[in-house]
Each structure stands twice: as structure tokens, then as C-alpha cells.
């Protein structure tokens, strides 16, 4: 079975760190992202990164806080979230594409269950 299964969401406080894990199991994909839904808004782009090679993308809301990673052997993709904030709240998705690195949500073929990450002030 082909799925992704986040892990690592929690409360934390303003100014604290997290670390997000996405495990995909059933086969190995080109690029992974991730991406998270506050209440009452769309989902947003926060972080991509391409499978076999360095490239990476950031929103301009988590560029230079977050760092996206992988670790092929595991087929696991990473998110480590330093200086958090309260706008960060939200639940983050992990999302699989087997095509070329995007930040565009609709464009991935698999996405995860969600994991919940809650920033207090």
C-alpha cells in the first residue's frame, strides 16, 4: 500500500522548535513537500524538496526557520521548524509527487492524514 505518514506534531511554545517526519511507504517518489491548513484558510505551500538532488523551496513566511530534508534509505522527508510563532499554527500534510519539484498543492499525486502543530504565545 502506497501512503505517507507523518509524525512529530505537537504544542510548543512561541520560539521553540519541532521536527516533522514523513515516512513513504509502497514506493519512492520524485519530490516531496509539505504543506499546512490553519483554520478558516486555504492550505498553504511551506517547503519542497527534490528527491535525488539538493533543490529546495520555502515560502517567504518559513525561509531561513524551517529546513527541509531527506533521508533516502528511510524514505523520509523531514521538516525541522526552529523560531516558531504563533501564526505557524496549523495542521501540516506531507504530500508525494513523482514529477518535477512544485509548490503547488493541487500537482501532488499522494498527500498524509495530517499531523497538528499548535504554537502557543
Known amino acids: 500500500q502506497v501512503q505517507l505518514v507523518e509524525s512529530g506534531g505537537g504544542l510548543v511554545q512561541a520560539g521553540g522548535s519541532l521536527r516533522l517526519s514523513c515516512a513513504a511507504s509502497?514506493?519512492?517518489?520524485?519530490?516531496m513537500g509539505w504543506f499546512r491548513q490553519a483554520p478558516g484558510k486555504e492550505r498553504e505551500f511551506v517547503a519542497a524538496?527534490?528527491?535525488?538532488?539538493?533543490?529546495?523551496y520555502y515560502a517567504d513566511s518559513v525561509n531561513g526557520r524551517f529546513a527541509i530534508s531527506r533521508d533516502n534509505a528511510k524514505n523520509t522527508v523531514y521538516l525541522q521548524m526552529n523560531s516558531l510563532k504563533s501564526e505557524d499554527t496549523a495542521v501540516y500534510y506531507c504530500?508525494?509527487?513523482?514529477?518535477?519539484?512544485?509548490?503547488?498543492?493541487?500537482?501532488?499525486?499522494?498527500w498524509g492524514q495530517g499531523t497538528q502543530v499548535t504554537v502557543s504565545s
Open positions: 504530500a508525494a509527487r513523482v514529477g518535477p519539484i512544485t509548490t503547488i498543492g493541487r500537482r501532488y499525486d499522494l
Open positions: 509502497g514506493r519512492t517518489f520524485s519530490n
Open positions: 524538496i527534490g528527491w535525488s538532488d539538493d533543490s529546495a
